[in-house]
């Protein structure tokens, strides 16, 4: 049981595709990110998202483009990325987007750029 | 730009024995700490915290403790067991804003029976 839930889990793309990573929480949260993880890298956010409106974009390149249609999904749109995209993308809510409010994380997509 | 520091990058211990992982931070701002724990194949997870104003706080077989001064924290887990093995990652923000908590890049801890 998880109050995150991502999907896909894994998803292979060529450079030319647009597809989409989705996220739900069950948890009520007011908060919910785009984090980045590659290999030996600190966790890299992506996109803040505070009762669905965009608080914070940390200089992600305009090849992933974040929608918050509501308080409890999230999705990352994806076209013309890069192979060094490659990574595990992970979705996350907070009660709050304050500092002190612990992530809840999903499962990830594990996405692959060909 | 801000960061945080973590050490080592794997620690290998036999079971039983304690384990400690440190991190250092450089934005004097931070004022939360928590640590996450993420097993092979699944997501990070809370498994303790810190705020600022306390200088150690324990729960169970994991302790963290905090030198605001010295801009470092550690997490202490004592009698581990195979399940403790993943890796842990610490991380620092002020509570201001969520959109600044930077994580350290992790350790990988392992248990030897």
């Known amino acids: 049981e998880t109050g995150v839930t991502q999907t896909p889990r894994h998803l292979v793309m060529g450079m030319t595709n647009k597809k989409s990573l989705k996220c739900e929480q069950h948890l009520g949260h007011n908060a919910m990110y785009w984090y980045k993880q590659s290999a030996k890298k600190p966790l890299e956010l992506m996109f803040v998202?505070?009762?669905?409106?965009?608080?914070e974009n940390n200089s992600v390149p305009s090849r992933f483009s974040p929608e918050c249609p509501n308080s409890s999904h999230l999705f990352l749109h994806l076209h013309t990325l890069q192979p060094e995209d490659s990574a595990l993308y992970l979705c996350?809510?907070?009660?709050?987007?304050?500092?002190?409010?612990?992530?809840?994380f999903g499962n990830g997509t594990r996405l692959t750029v060909t | 730009g801000e960061n945080v520091e973590q050490h080592p990058s794997t620690l290998s211990v036999q079971e039983g024995d304690s384990a400690v992982i440190k991190c250092t931070y450089s934005?004097?701002?931070?004022?939360?700490f928590p640590w996450y724990k993420q097993e092979l194949g699944k997501r990070p997870q809370l498994i303790i915290d810190?705020?600022?104003?306390?200088g150690e706080k324990k729960d169970q077989r994991i302790a963290v403790t905090l030198n605001k001064t010295a801009k470092h924290f550690s997490l202490h887990i004592t009698e581990t067991q195979p399940e403790d093995s993943a890796v842990y990652f610490c991380a620092a923000s002020p509570y201001s804003s969520a959109s600044k908590i930077i994580f350290g890049s992790g350790t990988r801890l392992s248990i030897r029976p």
């Open positions: 998202y505070s009762l669905e409106e965009r608080v």
């Open positions: 996350a809510s907070s009660q709050d987007p304050v500092g002190n409010s612990p992530l809840h």
């Open positions: 934005d004097s701002a931070s004022n939360y």
């Open positions: 810190i705020r600022s104003n306390v």
